[in-house]
């Protein structure tokens, strides 16, 4: 008897795949007006109201113990608070197409880093389509590969270069334990609550003396986006899939957060849609079904 198609995990795949390609756009307006650190401590502190209640509705709302919080203490530090923590800050003053760039890498990291660790083995097949979905990435932001030199951008590129390893060293480190608990909703609590009091100490430490007055709808409206759907939905699906299926095959979900990107530039911001994005998404999507691709049963049978 075969399996039959998982349609809630590809129904998470393609959530994470949208919902956090809109993130860059929503940080970006986000930060127009609002400090860093509170961005992020609002999104996560709102994101963990909203999961608290529904594990009272659901009434599983229950202390996991030392060990468990230990890992999720971790996971929380790693992929929420410096990750995306430090995404947010380098987002202030960096161009798109070099952020676009940096955060590329995030696949490539995360496969070494998988093999290092033994989480899984590294194969021919997984590297080239991480790289060809990589070289998709840089061709479409070619030009802006110029600004990785540019002194102006040291620090940003500093910040963004410790979220990629520490979002790839916490997806590393949650899928080494994601057999330890089921319960992605109460893990997602804790790791929320945990990095919320966390960046508001930061907030204050950093924006002593914040004027909320000054503080746009624009960005307000960004930040609930942001912590409903890329924090609640989007982790929730992530995790749910990191369950599921290889790291590598969730990491590579970043290439096409890039694609989403830009269509909704196009969209939304009135930014041109060149043959190179054309081209460059056929790269892209080459290189996600690569990793993904599984021979049938009846092609290993008529070998």
Not at 72 to 78: E, N, P, R
Not at 241 to 246: P, Q
């Given at each position: 008897?075969?399996?039959?198609?998982?349609?809630?995990?590809?129904?998470?795949?393609?959530?994470?795949?949208?919902?956090?390609?809109?993130?860059?756009?929503?940080?970006?307006?986000?930060?127009?007006?609002?400090?860093?650190?509170?961005?992020?401590?609002?999104?996560?502190?709102?994101?963990?109201?909203?999961?608290?209640?529904?594990?009272?509705?659901?009434?599983?709302?229950?202390?996991?113990?030392?060990?468990?919080?230990k890992?999720?203490?971790?996971?929380?530090?790693?992929?929420?608070?410096v990750?995306?923590?430090?995404?947010?800050?380098?987002?202030?003053?960096?161009?798109?197409?070099?952020?676009?760039?940096?955060?590329?890498?995030?696949?490539?990291?995360?496969?070494?880093?998988?093999?290092?660790?033994?989480?899984?083995?590294?194969?021919?097949?997984?590297?080239?389509?991480?790289?060809?979905?990589f070289?998709?990435?840089?061709?479409?932001?070619?030009?802006?590969?110029?600004?990785?030199?540019?002194?102006?951008?040291?620090?940003?590129?500093?910040?963004?270069?410790i979220?990629?390893?520490?979002?790839?060293?916490?997806t590393?480190?949650?899928?080494?334990?994601?057999?330890?608990?089921?319960?992605?909703?109460?893990?997602l609590?804790?790791?929320?609550?945990?990095?919320?009091?966390?960046?508001?100490?930061?907030?204050?430490?950093f924006?002593?003396?914040?004027?909320?007055?000054?503080?746009?709808?624009?960005?307000?409206?960004?930040?609930?986006?942001?912590?409903?759907?890329?924090?609640?939905?989007?982790?929730?699906?992530?995790?749910?899939?990191?369950?599921?299926?290889?790291?590598?095959?969730?990491?590579?979900?970043?290439?096409?957060?890039?694609?989403?990107?830009?269509?909704?530039?196009?969209?939304?911001?009135?930014?041109?849609?060149?043959?190179?994005?054309?081209?460059?998404?056929?790269?892209?999507?080459l290189?996600?079904?690569?990793?993904?691709?599984?021979?049938?049963?009846?092609?290993?049978?008529?070998?």
């Open positions: 008897m075969t399996k039959g198609t998982d349609y809630k995990l590809l129904f998470c795949l393609f959530v994470v795949a949208l919902v956090w390609g809109t993130t860059y756009l929503g940080i970006r307006v986000a930060v127009e007006t609002m400090p860093p650190w509170y961005i992020t401590s609002s999104r996560q502190g709102l994101a963990a109201l909203i999961v608290l209640f529904i594990l009272l509705y659901n009434k599983q709302l229950i202390w996991i113990g030392w060990e468990n919080f890992l999720q203490f971790i996971a929380s530090v790693l992929m929420i608070v990750a995306n923590g430090f995404t947010t800050i380098a987002e202030q003053t960096m161009p798109s197409g070099l952020t676009s760039i940096l955060s590329s890498l995030t696949p490539l990291v995360v496969f070494l880093g998988s093999a290092v660790v033994g989480i899984q083995k590294p194969n021919l097949k997984g590297f080239l389509g991480v790289i060809i979905g070289l998709g990435v840089v061709f479409i932001f070619r030009d802006g590969l110029g600004a990785i030199l540019d002194p102006n951008y040291k620090v940003e590129i500093l910040f963004l270069s979220a990629i390893l520490a979002w790839s060293m916490g590393i480190y949650t899928k080494k334990h994601t057999h330890k608990s089921s319960n992605i909703g109460l893990n609590f804790y790791q929320f609550s945990i990095a919320s009091v966390i960046q508001y100490v930061l907030a204050l430490i924006s002593p003396n914040v004027d909320i007055s000054l503080w746009s709808i624009r960005s307000i409206l960004a930040t609930l986006y942001l912590s409903v759907f890329g924090s609640v939905i989007a982790f929730f699906c992530y995790h749910y899939a990191l369950k599921r299926v290889t790291i590598i095959q969730v990491s590579i979900l970043n290439y096409i957060n890039t694609i989403i990107a830009i269509f909704l530039g196009w969209l939304l911001l009135d930014e041109v849609i060149t043959i190179d994005f054309i081209i460059a998404t056929g790269l892209i999507i290189g996600v079904f690569i990793t993904n691709y599984k021979k049938s049963k009846s092609e290993t049978k008529r070998k």
